[in-house]
């Protein structure tokens, strides 16, 4: 699970739960009815828990093991979500690429078989983003469906964590160095629109300055540009928390160099774009989200001619370092 997700995730919610019952809870995610939400975007949870076991993370002693939302469930929650308007579904879950591996008849589909479910018994859905996914656990299918469906957004959102392999590997991550470089890199090769985003953790214990300076390298390397750095702090009762922990400082100090290589990637990215026209979803007046997941301002003079929930073009003028600047084409 990406360490975002930890960010609301506390000791408290952790102990409250029967550590050893929730770790033997195998059935799927409790049937729920479709939330009413922004008719923008809808947010669909596929999967909740973890199977694995990462170093620094304590949400699998909170939530248990993995656990899947049937196939059929879910592709009635998208239908239900775009009769009702919404242009745009968000897939999410703690880990979602490892969707289907509890679910009898499906434990060797993998996530491309529930997006491929969706996309082909929900034909009016325009837009379909995956939240934040873990690159070595991609398979075949879902790899497919992203590069040739352009129903699914060019927006990836990495869990990487870290770009070094010695802190891969105290992490207990699954990937190394070298295999997110190639995946990203593939992957821009088969989609060129395709834009990254990713999780870093600055500071994890024992790191030394040229294990960071490999994580450094990596928002360049792989072309982050939806950067998300968080600073290590240590969870109670997880092995990382019985490593030799770094300063506060120096933790401070690698998040903040961090943050300014993607700054860089970012502005970079933002200058191509320029010149290009963009299909924007209005999220909220004088706002609307790109497919490659940037934001797009809208000039005052032109929002009331523009529904909420509704898709538009737009000629690319500008950016502000942080969104693009965007001008509706008639």
């Not at 960010?7 to 995610?29: F, G, H, Y």
């Not at 352009?150 to 699954?174: C, E, F, N, T, Y």
Request: negative net charge; hydrophobic residues 35%.
């Amino acid at each position: 699970a990406s360490q975002n997700t930890h960010q609301t995730e506390t000791l408290e919610n952790a102990k409250a739960v029967q550590v050893s019952d929730i770790m033997e809870i195998t059935r799927a995610v409790p049937r729920s009815n479709v939330p009413q939400q922004s008719r923008a975007r809808a947010f669909v949870q596929v999967q909740t828990g973890c199977d694995h076991r990462c170093t620094f993370c304590i949400i699998p002693f909170g939530r248990g093991n993995s656990r899947s939302t049937p196939i059929m469930e879910v592709v009635k929650n998208c239908q239900t979500l775009v009769s009702s308007g919404h242009r745009e579904i968000v897939l999410t879950g703690v880990d979602i690429t490892s969707w289907g591996g509890d679910l009898e008849g499906h434990e060797q589909d993998g996530l491309g078989a529930l997006v491929s479910a969706i996309l082909e018994n929900t034909p009016a859905l325009e837009r379909l983003r995956l939240s934040s996914v873990d690159a070595v656990e991609l398979d075949a299918k879902l790899l497919e469906r992203v590069v040739l469906d352009k129903r699914v957004m060019p927006h990836l959102h990495l869990s990487l964590q870290a770009g070094d392999d010695m802190i891969l590997k105290r992490m207990k991550r699954r990937h190394t160095r070298e295999d997110a470089i190639t995946f990203c890199h593939e992957m821009k090769a088969k989609r060129p629109d395709m834009v990254f985003g990713a999780d870093i953790i600055a500071g994890f214990p024992t790191e030394t300055d040229e294990m960071f300076q490999n994580s450094l390298k990596l928002v360049e390397e792989c072309q982050i540009v939806w950067l998300h750095v968080f600073p290590f702090s240590p969870r109670p009762d997880t092995p990382a928390a019985k490593m030799p922990q770094l300063s506060g400082e120096t933790i401070r100090e690698r998040a903040k160099l961090l943050r300014a290589a993607g700054d860089k990637v970012r502005q970079e990215w933002l200058e191509t774009q320029i010149g290009t026209t963009v299909k924007g979803l209005i999220e909220k007046p004088g706002q609307a989200r790109s497919e490659t997941f940037a934001m797009i301002d809208i000039s005052n003079e032109e929002q009331e001619a523009m529904s909420v929930g509704e898709i538009y073009n737009f000629d690319i003028t500008g950016h502000d370092g942080t969104k693009l600047i965007g001008k509706r084409i008639a």
